[in-house]
């Protein structure tokens, strides 16, 4: 078969693939190769294969084995045939190749992306060898485009448990940047999703229990838009709780009059040991632990800006002023409408990049980081005297010595060396790597603000300059800083609270409603799966069970109330995600599932409800 001929039949083969990415990757092949620094020459190998010798800057590498290529890469993938036992499901090839890594994997049945770096080393291969089996295949294509939002569509829709990233010799040496990038960005992408479905697995509910306790406070107290542009060009640091905080926290009191001090909670407590009061303390994290950090501490005259849906008794205990975020979730949405907008804070996963925006948004100029390690330097997570660290220590016992647990917290994140500011050898992983992208990419986007890290042992983050806070101080002169902490409204507090007291009894109304037909889907997915095990047709039950789906969703706004607290039913289904459970057929598992999420989500909403009703009569008395 001539060359043409085999690029004939290659391209007819991945028209047929609707799924190669980007959409218009068959428009820019019809670029010719000029000026391109890599050539092909193909080989005929010892085992009758085809290989080729690529040339690239005057030297040359075999393109795959030029004995046995197919052998080559069944030995490849022999190191991870028992991973696929263990939940791999899901492995990007770094390159197309000759295809044989390829038939490789497709004999361990499991989803294959494959991610070929150069649409004109594309045009190479499919003048030279026959892929058209490949091509054609059920298998993702990412073709030398701009297709980083193309791959991170594409794993969030996919159903995956865990992935590999696999790159061959021959494309990591002849595209070894490329190489690096994608998997970097892959695995990031990856890691960023299990963090979002393991956050709403954690979380739907706490978050929902959390902003009915703290009701009252919700709906009186003003928003974090108040201080929007208040700060225009006033210098402001923010204290995160990396270990390197140790080095320059005794500094922050000298700057306390130069500029704002943001602090995040984790930091709180150091803070306090060396008697230095923020001007803001920033709390978005839900969970219990995070109460830990107010307890015996005393920040009158600070300011708390918080998320609603942090714990309660972090905000009960907190003795200064405190004002609200806005609030993704419909329940602290219904409790803010009477104050109205309270202003949006860029959270990027991490209560530090929530102080960044902060800062940001109050028009603060320069901005200063300190405690921002995001790494692990002598094997440390937290400064001394933070609660993270105390309660690291308090939970170690003989059979879990302090060795032991670093090396579990550590091993956890995929650790890599990294070199810090000094260019010392450090420990950080990929959950650091997706923040500090988040702040390169932030700093990019503000480059008319001055950004400076005074971490002083960090890893170095571009777009922000690297600097010893007592540099800093001699640069700042004094300034008068007045915060404003009239953070409620007194007047209409009874008012208010009445207002939403008569919302929230209709609202559970309308949920009660709801249920007696998700009981009746549910006791129809049950006679509809018995039919499926018996080979009887469904069809009329289906049309059934579809007028019950109808009837739900027509019953008010109160859908949304009971989303939230089923995320992850929700996540699991849209994502094409086929839940297992023996008892039912998989045609109708899912339907079920979703029903039962349903009646599960009614029951506890209306016991949120409830408990929200009595915290609202409380402080109505």
């Not at 030029?66 to 899901?90: C, G, H, V």
């Not at 540099?471 to 404003?484: A, H, P």
């Amino acid at each position: 078969m001539s060359g043409n001929d085999i690029r004939i039949k290659n391209l007819d083969a991945i028209k047929k693939n609707i799924k190669a990415y980007p959409i218009d990757f068959l428009n820019l092949l019809k670029n010719k190769n000029d000026n391109f620094d890599i050539s092909l020459e193909l080989i005929e190998t010892k085992s009758k294969k085809y290989s080729a010798k690529v040339f690239k800057n005057g030297k040359s590498i075999f393109l795959h084995s030029a004995y046995n290529p197919e052998k080559e890469a069944n030995a490849l993938i022999n190191e991870i045939k028992e991973e696929t036992e263990k939940d791999l499901d899901l492995v990007f090839i770094f390159g197309i190749g000759a295809g044989y890594l390829i038939n490789a994997f497709k004999k361990l049945n499991i989803n294959i992306a494959v991610i070929e770096p150069s649409i004109k080393f594309f045009n190479l291969l499919i003048d030279n060898f026959k892929l058209d089996k490949i091509l054609e295949d059920n298998i993702t294509f990412f073709i030398g485009g701009d297709d980083i939002e193309d791959i991170e569509k594409f794993i969030s829709l996919t159903n995956t448990k865990k992935v590999k990233f696999f790159i061959t010799r021959s494309y990591a040496t002849l595209f070894n940047e490329e190489a690096l990038f994608y998997q970097s960005k892959v695995l990031s992408i990856v890691d960023k999703k299990i963090i979002n479905i393991n956050t709403i697995a954690r979380f739907d509910k706490l978050w929902a229990y959390n902003i009915a306790s703290n009701v009252a406070k919700i709906s009186t107290h003003y928003g974090v838009n108040k201080f929007f542009d208040k700060y225009k060009n006033i210098p402001a640091v923010i204290v995160s709780a990396g270990p390197s905080l140790e080095k320059n926290i005794r500094k922050l009191k000298e700057i306390k009059n130069k500029a704002l001090i943001i602090a995040v909670d984790t930091a709180i407590k150091p803070l306090f040991s060396h008697n230095i009061s923020p001007h803001f303390i920033i709390t978005i994290d839900p969970q219990k632990k995070n109460s830990k950090y107010f307890r015996n501490v005393n920040f009158k005259e600070s300011v708390l800006i918080a998320e609603s849906s942090v714990d309660k008794e972090a905000i009960d205990s907190f003795n200064g002023a405190i004002y609200f975020i806005n609030s993704i979730f419909p329940l602290a949405k219904y409790f803010m409408e009477e104050l109205g907008d309270r202003g949006d804070i860029t959270t990027g996963g991490s209560v530090s990049t929530a102080a960044y925006d902060f800062a940001i948004r109050i028009g603060a100029n320069p901005i200063i980081m300190v405690g921002l390690d995001l790494s692990f330097p002598n094997y440390q997570t937290h400064i001394k005297g933070s609660y993270h660290e105390e309660n690291f220590f308090t939970e170690i016992y003989k059979l879990d010595s302090y060795d032991s647990r670093i090396y579990k917290v550590l091993i956890a994140g995929n650790l890599r060396e990294e070199k810090n500011i000094y260019n010392e050898k450090v420990w950080t992983d990929s959950r650091f790597d997706m923040y500090k992208n988040w702040y390169e990419e932030q700093c990019e986007k503000n480059n008319k603000i001055k950004f400076y890290n005074a971490t002083e042992g960090g890893i170095i983050i571009n777009g922000m300059e690297n600097i010893k806070l007592e540099e800093l101080i001699k640069k700042f002169n004094d300034i008068e800083i007045n915060i404003d902490k009239d953070d409620k409204n007194i007047e209409r507090k009874n008012e208010i609270l009445n207002n939403i007291k008569n919302g929230l009894i209709k609202i559970d109304g309308e949920i009660s409603k709801i249920k007696p037909y998700v009981l009746n889907a549910l006791e129809l997915c049950e006679k509809i799966n018995s039919e499926l095990k018996r080979h009887r047709k469904v069809d009329k039950l289906l049309e059934n069970l579809n007028e019950f789906d109808i009837k739900i969703l027509n019953i008010s706004k109160v859908n949304e109330f009971l989303g939230i607290t089923m995320q992850k039913t929700i996540k699991g289904i849209t994502e094409g995600f086929i839940f297992e459970d023996e008892k039912y057929d998989k045609s109708i598992v899912n339907s079920y599932k979703l029903y039962e999420a349903i009646k599960e989500s009614i029951d506890f909403n209306r016991y949120i409800i409830k408990r929200a009703l009595i915290k609202i009569d409380k402080e109505l008395k």
